[in-house]
């Protein structure tokens, strides 16, 4: 039994009390006779209960739609699974449900551009652009991109896409050439929706002649929408004059008949997104999400393990390539206000974005572990310099967030706060492992599993463990299962990429451990575990003691392959002016060897000046881990930094002892 560890935040009796979670159980055991007492007993309950919970979720959610149906499972396997086979409804009536002068979407650029839009002004943008792409012959099925930036017009976009039964598909302006084509390229679009630049990190980026690449390269696309971001209107229609196949959105849309915005019926998992793995292994895998599956995950994920209501003002860092873009627009359905940020979060000061949840009454903050971190190395103290009044939530993803992440937050944001570490993916287009208003925060520790979900650790033998470290698994069906995978007929890709291990139960690709209080610990990707002398070690344990040391501003850890053996090799990005000597690679051996276990301490540690990452913001151990043994990187357009990658050849300390 590990040592009991203090929680670093607790909710009141009455706090959890007024929340949509306990509202929820205190619902299940009316409803159902039930007299579950906590967020422990509901959960288990709604894993042993399946469909009931799904099935009164869907009320609890308030889900528009034209028919549910009496069946909430038809036939249960994975993949496979029918949910809700009966059911016919729309993706964005559920967001555009409410259609009143409260702010829907609030944008800002980093050059200070801010605009706004009500429910109803929202309905009206959609509504307008809905009719232009049934004029370019937009239906049911078809596909359309967005090469976008996060701004209002790429929401309104997919909703308008959406309320036809259309698929859609993004990626940010910063994704090069290739990286677009080996998307889009697979995917086929017939529309594309672009911007013509955009601003990031006090630069203005032209992407005009991507553009003209683009539509050359895919010839599905029928027309190409240009929408102005760093030009005005009438510069954007002079700037694409002669560009194939191209209109600005103005002209797109008043070229439209007056159409009533009407929302085309489908079953439950008829596509709505397509998605993409983030390539660095190969052709991103393209990952199709149905309808309803998204729509009630996000729901859940929301009301009840977000606590938004109308009341709340929600704000994700992230870009239309990473699915918590996706994630943050479906807190329409809650018809919270959203706050769309686009440009560098540390541009033009480490702080701008708090300056921001003080100006827009942000309650909800979404970002990522690396950013706090940075945030954390750049002496950051928000709760110093900002009010932070309405601020109650603090959201992190895109890695695990280490125990001084969580200290940090606490000691030098905002001291009540529920500071949920979120996990899961773009496989599924949500979460796993979440927060929950109702739980106290532990350090380094994702609150709990996600409700419905029957998510477990297994051993090597396919045993499920509590308090011991082993495979991420959902061990049932559930609903937001990805439909498969784009031109993947029989299924295989699919197959291959989660059912592998054990036949009928996802194994997600995850090394954690679920603690003695119901929280999960996430120690990596399996495939970046270490194994030195045959002993598993996640990377998270490493990054979390490297975090403690001050010089070090950035690190990545690969096992190398060494005497028939394993050897941990630690690569660290220095504060500016220091370099690494003999004093600080002892400093940090001793403060991980302190911590963990003499395993756990790199045999090298070697100082870089940057570490690759994808655009998304991961880091990339299996690239450098290939770099290292002279193997190749099949899609290095993946990376954000993919010149990053050669700091890592042929590297004179890791031929020798």
Not at 147 to 165: E, Q, R, Y
């Amino acid at each position: 039994m590990s040592n009991p560890v203090a929680p670093l935040w607790q909710p009141t009796p009455e706090a959890v009390a007024a929340t949509q979670m306990d509202q929820f159980r205190r619902r299940v055991n009316e409803s159902h006779q039930q007299s579950l007492p906590d967020y422990s007993a509901l959960y288990q309950w709604s894993v042993d209960n399946r469909e009931t919970f799904w099935g009164e979720l869907w009320d609890f959610g308030e889900v528009v739609a034209s028919a549910r149906g009496e069946r909430v499972l038809g036939k249960d396997a994975m993949p496979g699974a029918e949910w809700f086979p009966d059911a016919r409804l729309n993706f964005a009536e559920n967001l555009l449900r409410f259609r009143d002068d409260r702010v829907a979407l609030i944008e800002r650029l980093e050059n200070g551009g801010r605009r706004q839009l009500t429910y109803a002004q929202l309905f009206e943008e959609v509504e307008r652009l809905a009719s232009a792409l049934v004029g370019a012959g937009v239906g049911k099925g078809d596909r359309v991109a967005g090469f976008m930036p996060n701004i209002m017009d790429t929401v309104v976009a997919m909703l308008a896409t959406t309320s036809l039964g259309a698929i859609w598909t993004s990626c940010s302006p910063d994704f090069g050439i290739n990286g677009v084509l080996d998307r889009f390229g697979q995917v086929e679009p017939k529309v594309l929706f672009a911007c013509e630049g955009y601003y990031y990190n006090g630069k203005t980026i032209d992407s005009l002649p991507r553009l003209a690449q683009i539509v050359e390269q895919i010839e599905s696309i029928q027309q190409l929408v240009v929408v102005p971001v760093a030009r005005d209107a009438v510069q954007t229609a002079e700037a694409i004059d002669g560009l194939d196949r191209a209109i600005t959105l103005g002209a797109f849309t008043e070229a439209a008949p007056a159409r009533a915005l009407t929302f085309e019926q489908t079953e439950f998992n008829h596509p709505l997104y397509i998605m993409y793995s983030s390539g660095t292994t190969g052709v991103p895998k393209c990952i199709v999400h149905g309808v309803g599956g998204t729509l009630l995950q996000h729901i859940k994920e929301h009301r009840l393990h977000t606590d938004i209501s109308r009341d709340d003002t929600l704000f994700y860092f992230t870009t239309c390539g990473w699915m918590m873009w996706n994630w943050l627009v479906s807190g329409l359905a809650c018809g919270a206000t959203l706050v769309l940020y686009d440009g560098s979060p540390f541009y033009p000061a480490a702080q701008c974005l708090w300056d921001m949840a003080d100006e827009e009454n942000i309650s909800v903050f979404g970002t990522s572990a690396k950013y706090i971190a940075a945030l954390e190395k750049a002496g950051c103290k928000p709760r110093e310099t900002h009010k932070l009044e309405r601020l109650r939530a603090v959201l992190s993803t895109g890695s695990p967030l280490a125990h001084e992440g969580f200290r940090y937050v606490y000691r030098d944001i905002k001291s009540d706060v529920c500071l949920s570490s979120i996990s899961g993916g773009t496989d599924i287009v949500s979460c796993f492992a979440l927060g929950n208003p109702a739980l106290p925060v532990y350090p380094g520790e994702l609150q709990c599993r996600g409700l419905g979900m029957a998510v477990e650790v297994w051993n090597d033998d396919g045993k499920s463990v509590l308090e011991d470290k082993g495979e991420l698994v959902c061990a049932s069906s559930f609903p937001c299962m990805p439909i498969g995978f784009w031109n993947d007929p029989d299924g295989s890709k699919y197959h291959g990429a989660y059912f592998e291990n054990w036949p009928g139960v996802w194994a997600h690709g995850d090394y954690a451990e679920i603690t003695e209080h119901g929280g999960v610990i996430i120690y990596g990707r399996s495939d970046a575990v270490l194994n030195p002398g045959g002993v598993r070690i996640g990377t998270a344990e490493i990054y979390r003691q490297v975090e403690k040391v001050e010089e070090v501003l950035d690190s990545i850890c690969i096992g190398q392959e060494w005497r028939d053996d394993v050897r941990v090799v630690l690569f660290v990005v220095l504060r500016e002016g220091l370099s690494l000597d003999d004093d600080l690679i002892q400093k940090i051996r001793t403060t991980i060897r302190a911590n963990t276990t003499p395993r756990h301490v790199p045999a090298k540690v070697i100082q870089v000046t940057d570490i690759p990452r994808t655009i998304s913001g991961k880091i990339v151990e299996l690239a450098v881990r290939n770099v290292v043994h002279g193997k190749p990187v099949k899609n290095q357009e993946a990376l954000a930094n993919p010149e990053a990658l050669k700091l890592f050849e042929n590297l004179p300390e890791l031929a020798g002892e």
